[in-house]
């Protein structure tokens, strides 16, 4: 496919997808980590305390892992996108943006939670 002089390939397009992977698959790694380690936090709960502590969690696992997902999506379509410069905007914005949708996601979990 020859070259479209309005707009062309841009050579270092692969950077900011790059920078957003090394961040956000070790970012995500870690909150799904935190997330299932984080029921042995009411391991000696009982009644309506570990009750009140399950519910939460519920709501609160189905919204990490729905962000993580949302976050993976966001980062595969930085990786994507065209490799013309018309769509460095995007790309960048992309790739930022799934990283931080794993730290929302994550203090979306921590702020669900009903701790003990």
């Not at 919204?63 to 993976?72: E, F, I, N």
Request: proline residues 9%; negative net charge.
């Amino acid at each position: 496919m020859p070259d479209d002089p309005l707009s062309p390939r841009a050579p270092h397009a692969w950077v900011a997808p790059l920078i957003s992977t090394l961040l956000t698959l070790p970012a995500a790694g870690l909150a799904l980590l935190y997330g299932g380690l984080s029921p042995m936090a009411c391991d000696s709960c009982d009644g309506p305390q570990a009750d009140r502590f399950t519910d939460s969690f519920d709501t609160a696992w189905t919204v990490l892992s729905t962000g993580l997902v949302l976050s993976l999506i966001v980062l595969v379509a930085s990786w994507a996108l065209p490799r013309q410069r018309r769509q460095d905007a995007k790309r960048a914005l992309l790739a930022t943006g799934a990283p931080a949708v794993v730290v929302v996601t994550f203090l979306a979990f921590m702020a669900l939670v009903d701790w003990p």
